[in-house]
């Protein structure tokens, strides 16, 4: 599933934003990140050596109400996070 598809499910699956996204690499790397009215902003990250490897782990977080989601990038077209 591609990153833009995730949120859009998140909506979906009634969630509202803004959202807190934590990205957790196969190879230790996370990414922790503000997505709101299609912006976002980097809060921290621990980046392993040439950065995010594959498959990550990516939960939304959704700040309005709490309700969680998560899905896993296994390909390089999934990456579109910006």
């Known amino acids: 599933?591609?990153?833009d598809a995730f949120i859009m499910r998140c909506v979906d699956d009634g969630m509202s934003p803004p959202f807190v996204i934590v990205s957790i690499a196969a190879n230790g790397a996370v990414v922790v990140s503000y997505l709101a009215n299609g912006h976002s902003e980097t809060l921290c990250e621990h980046v392993v050596g040439t950065g995010l490897a594959l498959p990550i782990r990516v939960v939304a977080?959704?700040?309005s109400n709490g309700r969680t989601a998560?899905?896993?990038?296994t390909d390089?077209?999934?990456?579109?996070?910006q």
């Open 76 to 81: 390089s077209e999934g990456l579109a996070l």
């Open 61 to 63: 977080i959704a700040l």
């Open 70 to 73: 998560s899905t896993l990038l």
């Open 1 to 3: 599933m591609q990153f």
